[in-house]
């Protein structure tokens, strides 16, 4: 089975750009969530989005969104990106809803973001 | 307040050699998962462990192993038999049952091992 596939896997951007992202979960797999690590933050969660809604968001500003398909597949949008935006974006699926802890999530290679 | 602590930056240890891993959690969930991630210098993140906090035994899994300390809120990995392929950086994650962030992870900062022949 394939795994949690994420592209472009490097971006170089310009302040005030916006970009997408796009990740391709696990076949089977309904529950998408974003993450974005930097060497200061670490691994921050950005969003969720299960059979095409978004389930919950994390602390970031607005310029961050997100969506999902009916295939599963999502993108998330930086708009008028920042300087402070270059991060690596993970993306991470799982089979199964909230409402249990044991479930595992699967993270794709990630998307190196750079904005000059 | 930080919920995964992780208080080794970095760790060094010979090929061979079993090597453990700190983390610490703050939960008033008494229903959590506690995970182990390993993130090589391609970035990945690959899983590693899963311990339920209901779980009466420590989880294992090849190499690897959990040593779950409920009481004092520690969930060390333990990697037995190093090899220069565990060089990466290792991440502890918890995620609350009745966490409304769904399937949101809670990471620490980490702790990069480095494996020398």
């Known amino acids: 089975k394939a795994g949690v596939t994420q592209t472009p896997r490097y971006l170089i951007k310009t302040r005030g750009q916006q970009v997408t992202l796009s990740c391709s979960p696990i076949s089977g797999h309904r529950s998408v969530s974003w993450y974005q690590q930097t060497p200061g933050q670490g691994l921050q969660f950005l969003f969720e989005y299960f059979s095409e809604t978004q389930r919950n968001k994390g602390n970031f500003p607005g310029r961050f969104s997100g969506r999902q398909f009916s295939n599963s597949r999502s993108e998330m949008n930086v708009s008028t990106l920042e300087l402070g935006d270059s991060a690596l974006y993970l993306c991470a699926s799982s089979p199964r809803d909230r409402g249990a802890s044991s479930y595992e999530q699967y993270f794709g290679p990630g998307t190196r973001l750079t904005v000059t | 307040a930080q919920k995964i602590t992780q208080t080794q930056p970095g760790m060094f240890v010979q090929e061979k050699e079993a090597v453990t891993l700190d983390c610490t959690y703050d939960t008033s969930d008494p229903s959590y998962g506690l995970f182990w991630y390993k993130q090589p210098s391609s970035g990945e993140m690959i899983f590693l462990i899963y311990?339920?906090?209901?779980?009466?035994q420590n989880a294992t899994e090849g190499r690897y192993s959990l040593n779950f300390q409920k009481a004092r809120k520690s969930a060390n990995l333990v990697i037995s038999a190093s090899q220069l392929g565990d060089s990466a950086m290792y991440f502890c994650a918890m995620r609350e049952a009745s966490n409304q962030a769904g399937t949101a992870l809670i990471f620490g900062k980490g702790t990069t091992l480095s494996v020398s022949s």
């Open positions: 311990q339920g906090s209901y779980d009466q």
